[in-house]
């Protein structure tokens, strides 16, 4: 919901309380005024009141909205051994009701604890098992990568960064079982813009 929609929503509930209330005391007698304009005044309560019920149902309504996470994302996983970087895109999923979100994505290079960067020979692709907003900004998710080895296993809990309920950041623990052991690290996701005709690959 927008700033200037949330001002002028609530500057509507103000009127119709303040309208509402003068309207009582002209029709009680505490306050006297020509009956042509008691009718102008009962008919402003009648429209403010239907402005300001609409727009507490839809403030209501989307009190709980999570942060929009949906776009495109570099990110930067560290584990205890290497970084690994690639990008991905999420997209919002509503099923019943519940809002849950698919993240897809690619693993192209990775650097060693000396820094030293290396391409994958062929970039990892990766899908989300499921993800999930809590309470607007607890971001928590699962991945499944298929490596040369098996399958990569991975858990994220992160917390969603936003501006104006646009999320712009999402970074936090990441869990991964990697066939023969598993890693924990650190994984930040940072929103890029990227046209159709534009390469998004980080590192480029």
Known sequence: MSTLFFAIGWLVVI????????????????VQMPPSFLKVLVGKVLI???GAALFLLHAGAH???????????????TTQTNTIHGYCTITRDDKLGDITWTMSGVRLWHQ????????????????????HVIDKADFKFSTSVLSDTGYIKGLGECKVLA????????????????PGGALAGNIRFLRIKCPEDADCQPGK
Not at 63 to 77: C, F, M, N, R, V
Not at 120 to 127: A, G, R, T
Not at 168 to 178: A, K, L, P, W
């Open 112 to 131: 060693d604890n000396q820094g030293q960067p290396e391409h994958y020979s062929q970039p990892l692709p990766w899908h989300s098992a499921w993800a």
């Open 63 to 77: 009190e709980g909205e999570p942060y929009d996470i949906s776009g495109t994302w570099s990110y930067a996983l």
């Open 48 to 50: 403010e009141g239907v």
């Open 15 to 30: 009127l119709f309380a303040a309208t509402s209330t003068l309207a009582i005391l002209a029709l009680i007698g505490k």
């Open 163 to 178: 501006t104006a309920s646009k999320a712009t950041e999402i970074s936090g623990e990441f869990n991964q079982m990697i």
